[in-house]
C-alpha cells in the first residue's frame, strides 16, 4: 500500500467531473438501533426498505430493520451472536410472502461460531435454516459483504466467504456455492480449489432457469485475479472469463449485472491505474464489461483520489446511466486521509460524475452495497460510518 504525500498531492491536483444532485440522511442510526449499516437496500411495492447493521442493537450484534417511505424505522430482529447469529452481512433477500433471508458471520454452531443462513417471517418468527460448521460445507467467519442471496423454486442459494477446500488464507478454505432448503438441509454446489476456478466467491445473481452466476475475488494459490462464473443448479461450474490482471481489474467484486444478451457489467476492487491510487499500489479499480464472447471492455478506472477509490458496491443501471459508490477518495479531510468515498454516476458513453462526495461528518462516509431506487427515480444507499457515529442511510436524487 502506497500512502505517500507526493502521490496524495498530486491527486488532489486533478479535477473529477462533479454533477449537481439532492443529498440527504433518510435514516441516522443511534447504536440502540443499530450501528454500521452494511450490504444493499431492498425495497417493497409499499415503498418500504429492508436492510441489516453489522453491529448495535441490545447485544451489539447487528440487527433486522424496516425504514417506511418517510423514514420512520423499526427494528424487526435484534441478533445475540449466539444460536441465532451475530454480525449480519450483505443484503437480504425477500420472497412474494414478504419473508426475510439473511446471513450471519458469527454465532450459530457453537464449536466454530462461523455463521448462520436465517429466515424471518413476514410475522416475526425467526429460525436458523443451517449453521455453518467451518469445514467442507463452507464459513463466513470474518466474511465480508459482498455476500448475497437469490432463490430458485423456494430453495435458498449463497455462497460462503471461506470454507470448503483447504488451501487459501491462511488455509480458511476457498469458499463454497451452497443450497438451503426451506426445512433447513444444506448441500454444497460447488467448491473453489483457488486455483484455475478462483476463490472467495461472490454475491449471486440468477437468470430465469435458475442457473446461478457470480465472481470469484481472485486465488492466493496461482495469482490469478479473478473470474467470472455460472454454476447451474447440479453444481456444474463453468468459468466463464478470468480476469488478466493488471489495467483491466483485479479481483472482482460485489454484485454483477447481466442483460439479456448475456453481457456483465461489474466492479473490480483493485487493478487499472497503478500510477494515480493513493490506496493501493495495484490500482484502485475499474468498471467492467464482459460480453457473451468473453472480451473485458473497461468502462471507467478508478485512481484520481477526488473521484473515488475502490468501489465497494456493485452497479444499478437505470436509463442509460450506471450507479455506484466507491469507499475511499473524494473529501480529504481529518477524518478521512484518504477520502470517506463517494456516489458516482457513469453514462454507457463513459462519461463520469461524482454525485455526492462523503465527508466523514453529518453525512456519513464509507458506503458499502450497491444502491437501490425507488419510484420517483431517487438513490439510496448505506453509510457504515458518520451521523451520530453508527453510520446512515441516505438519499440521492440525482
Known sequence: MKRT????????????????????????????????????????????FYGTTQLGGKSNR?????????????????????????????????????????????????????????????????????????????????GQPEVGLVMVNGDIYGSASFGGVSGCDGNLGCGVVFKVTQSGKETVLYRFTGKADGAFPQQLIRDKAGNIYSATGGSYIQGNAGTLFR????????????????????????????????????????????TDCAISSVGCGVVFAVDASAKEHVLHTFGKLIGGEEPSGGLLQEAGNFYGVTVYGGTVNSACTFGCGVVYRLSNSGKYAVLHRFSGGADGGFPSGSLTEDAAGNLYGAASVGGNGNGVIYKITP
Open 5 to 48: 504525500l507526493s502521490v496524495l498531492i498530486i491527486a488532489l491536483l486533478i479535477t473529477a467531473s462533479s454533477s449537481a444532485s439532492s443529498f440527504k440522511v433518510f435514516y441516522n442510526f443511534k447504536f440502540s438501533d443499530g450501528s454500521g449499516p452494511n450490504g444493499d437496500l431492498i425495497r417493497d411495492a409499499a415503498g418500504n
Open 62 to 142: 447487528g440487527i433486522v430493520f424496516k425504514l417506511d417511505a418517510k423514514g420512520n424505522q423499526t427494528i424487526l430482529y435484534t441478533f445475540t451472536g449466539a444460536s441465532d447469529g451475530g454480525i449480519p452481512i450483505g443484503g437480504l433477500l425477500r420472497d412474494s410472502a414478504g419473508n426475510l433471508y439473511g446471513i450471519t458471520s458469527l454465532g450459530g454452531d457453537p464449536t466454530c461460531s462461523c455463521g448462520t443462513v436465517f429466515r424471518l417471517t413476514a410475522n416475526g418468527s425467526f429460525k436458523v435454516l443451517h449453521e455453518f460448521k467451518g469445514g467442507k460445507d463452507g464459513s463466513q467467519n470474518q
Open 231 to 274: 454454476v447451474d443448479t447440479t453444481g456444474k461450474l463453468t468459468t466463464l472469463y478470468t480476469f488478466p490482471g493488471g489495467a483491466e481489474g483485479v479481483s472482482p467484486r460485489w454484485r454483477l449485472l447481466r442483460n439479456a444478451s448475456g453481457v456483465f457489467h461489474g466492479v473490480t476492487q483493485f487493478g487499472g491505474n497503478t
